[in-house]
């Protein structure tokens, strides 16, 4: 599939393209503002169900963060930039919109390297029940890690069956999402308890727990025990996707997703007009003016309902409303391009296999804590926690039949607990100076150094970039730099979210971005439920 079929502008109007209203303004069913993933979504569904659909993107392609570049020059490597692992976009939207897109399990879960009594070891979680058994009795000396993760993830696995569904459906209320649940223990644990309660209680091995812990951290800048519980929040979203909690490989890069999406929704008549940037939205909630600018000038479109495929913060500038407090985003994103595979210290573990799954870095319970204090104490984490995968192991596309011949890898590393806050005295200066550290923490469990292992571009640079939060909120107009647009929410009812938890306080102007309620990560799930909201409505006649 050519990568961002959606990266150009409308030459003209087609489909279910509008008609034009009294004052000369093309009007519509719906203009959609933000093309990314949930805006796409959108306007598949609704363009399917015969409205007429513009959508106006502010860059020159569609996709938003879920694209796939080629960041180094000169090099046929398609890495998915910004989002990376599919876990919460439902198969009912996949199926609704007949998308060409597909996703690959991963074999192994994650490898986790530490050294103990002075030799280096780790803990290998996948390739079958019996392997990840060995493996907890080899690194915790007998078998009572291993039955505790069973059980606690036999638990969350119930939890996910139970809650997933009810993602695409109107929002339930606690009460009726606690029935729906069906397990006490499970509805303490995860919605009224912190989650290092949890941890403590079912573990004691200090890598066992901060490899559960991991899953509440992604993105979200808080301690264990946060009284907030948006620790729990995060983890909750981490392990309820498809019903399973497994997170997947896109094929072809996240990049496939967003062009199968573009190329739904253009089929079925929608508009799609890049190089467009909504400044302004005045609605009577009947009828709303949407007013975007161009290389050309400005413009004008009316129509019944408009849908922001933006951040909470983004759509109170545009209607002129008091804007939330932003959510600060806590991660550090690095893209790299490898020549092989490092060699482990670990020699007992195949790499080919570690970088499979989750690579664990500095991620030991005690170790997530001390980097939060640190971070939260306004210094850079001594030890910065970080997490990697390939890409490029699981789904050798992305990669030009050359590179794949000579062996070359991608490797993608998140960052945790890096607040935006880090970054505002120099962000050039501290990403390098982190970057070094984190890179550094990888190379203490590697038998060579990762500089030696990267591949390097057409004018002879090592292909890796890095990302901070403030680097994503210039990019990709990301309040904070917080890759969920704010704190999660929980996925039931609460005041003010309206029966789909998209609603604003404007009657036809609907929140279709991740900041909405149950948004967050590539699932496409607010998009569905604007479209739901519009699609109830009667039509025009």
């Known amino acids: 599939m050519p990568e961002h079929e959606g990266h150009q502008g409308h030459t003209g109007y087609t489909g279910h393209a509008g008609h034009t209203d009294h004052r000369g303004h093309r009007a519509y069913d719906a203009v959609i503002v933000g093309g990314g993933h949930n805006g796409l979504v959108a306007a598949a569904y609704l363009a399917r169900a015969g409205r007429s659909v513009l959508v106006l993107e502010r860059l020159d392609h569609t996709g938003g963060a879920a694209v796939s570049t080629r960041p180094f020059t000169g090099v046929d490597a398609r890495l998915s930039r910004y989002s990376y692992l599919v876990s919460l976009l439902p198969q009912k939207i996949v199926r609704d919109l007949g998308l060409d897109f597909r996703v690959q399990g991963r074999t192994i879960s994650s490898y986790t390297p530490v050294e103990r009594g002075g030799r280096p070891t780790g803990l290998l979680v996948g390739g079958g029940e019996e392997r990840t058994r060995e493996a907890f009795a080899r690194l915790t000396g007998g078998e009572r890690e291993y039955a505790a993760w069973e059980r606690f993830y036999g638990m969350t696995g119930r939890l996910a069956r139970r809650v997933f569904p009810t993602l695409t459906e109107p929002l339930p209320t606690r009460d009726e999402l606690r029935r729906r649940v069906d397990d006490e223990e499970a509805w303490r644990t995860l919605f009224e308890e912190p989650v290092g309660v949890a941890v403590e209680e079912r573990f004691t091995d200090d890598l066992v727990r901060g490899v559960v812990l991991t899953d509440a951290l992604i993105g979200t800048f808080a301690d264990a025990h946060d009284p907030s519980l948006k620790q729990n929040r995060c983890f909750l979203y981490h392990v309820i996707g498809g019903g399973t909690g497994a997170w997947d490989v896109p094929v072809g890069g996240m990049g496939a997703l967003t062009d199968a999406l573009a190329t739904a929704a253009r089929g079925a008549g929608a508009v799609l007009a890049t190089g467009h940037e909504a400044v302004r939205i005045d609605t009577d909630g009947r009828t709303a003016e949407v007013t975007y600018r161009t290389a050309d000038g400005e413009g004008v479109a009316t129509a019944r309902h408009v849908l922001v495929n933006a951040s909470p913060q983004a759509l109170a500038e545009l209607t002129g409303d008091a804007p939330p407090t932003p959510a600060e985003g806590a991660q550090l994103k690095v893209n790299m391009l490898l020549e092989r595979l490092p060699r482990l210290r670990d020699s007992s573990v195949d790499p080919r296999e570690a970088f499979a799954g989750t690579f664990h870095i500095a991620e030991g319970y005690q170790q997530l804590a001390t980097a939060h204090a640190q971070a939260a104490a306004g210094e850079l984490p001594a030890a910065p926690p970080s997490e990697i995968y390939c890409h490029s192991l699981t789904d050798p596309t992305v990669l030009g039949p050359d590179l794949v011949a000579r062996g070359y890898q991608t490797l993608t590393l998140f960052g945790l607990h890096t607040p935006a806050r880090l970054f505002e005295r120099d962000n050039d200066a501290v990403r390098e100076e982190l970057l070094r550290t984190t890179l550094a923490q990888l190379d203490a469990h590697l038998a060579e150094p990762l500089a030696d292992c990267l591949a390097t571009d057409a004018e002879g640079r090592p292909c890796i970039e890095a990302r901070t939060p403030l680097d994503l909120e210039r990019d990709l107009g990301l309040p904070g730099g ?51 909201a519009v699609l109830e409505q009667p039509a025009a006649g």
């Open 482 to 532: 917080n890759i969920f647009h704010r704190d999660l929410a929980w996925p039931y009812a609460q005041e003010g979210a309206g029966r789909w938890g998209v609603e604003t306080r404007h009657a036809n102007v609907l929140l279709c971005g991740a900041g909405a309620v149950r948004g967050g990560g590539v699932s496409g799930v607010p998009g569905h439920n604007a479209a739901m």
